[in-house]
């Protein structure tokens, strides 16, 4: 029904930048809200960001003033632009936007993208 698909994951260096993108297709009526979140080795699953329709952008404590948020709407994608980059922010990153179906014009469900690897390392 709905695919989200990441991109633009790869290894950085330390201080270094990366671009994550995240396009969904499929059925989609509207999204109400995209989000980034991310599993680091032995770790859970954590929010990195999520931008709702109408709302500011919500950021976790640990990426507040180095990552952004932002959304193309015409184009149903979601970016995460990340800059100085740490060892710490090594992980899987996974993109989740909660849809509404054209079929179901009501309720945005939840769907998830299949991750794409951040490695942050000299």
């Known amino acids: 029904q709905v695919q989200l698909v990441e991109s633009g994951g790869g290894l950085v260096q330390p201080g270094g930048s990366l671009r994550l993108s995240c396009v969904a297709s499929g059925i989609i009526s509207s999204i109400n809200e995209m989000g980034w979140y991310r599993q680091a080795p032995g770790k859970e699953r954590e929010l990195v960001a999520t931008?709702?329709?109408?709302?500011?952008?919500n950021y976790a404590d640990s990426v507040k003033g180095r990552f952004t948020i932002s959304r193309d709407n015409a184009k149903n994608t979601v970016s995460l632009q990340m800059n100085s980059l740490k060892p710490e922010d090594t992980a899987v990153y996974y993109c989740?936007?909660?849809?509404?179906?054209?079929?179901?014009?009501?309720?945005?469900?939840?769907?998830w993208g299949k991750g794409t690897l951040v490695t942050v390392s000299s």
């Open positions: 989740k936007g909660e849809i509404v179906l054209l079929t179901a014009r009501t309720f945005g469900m939840p769907f």
């Open positions: 931008l709702r329709s109408g709302s500011r952008p």
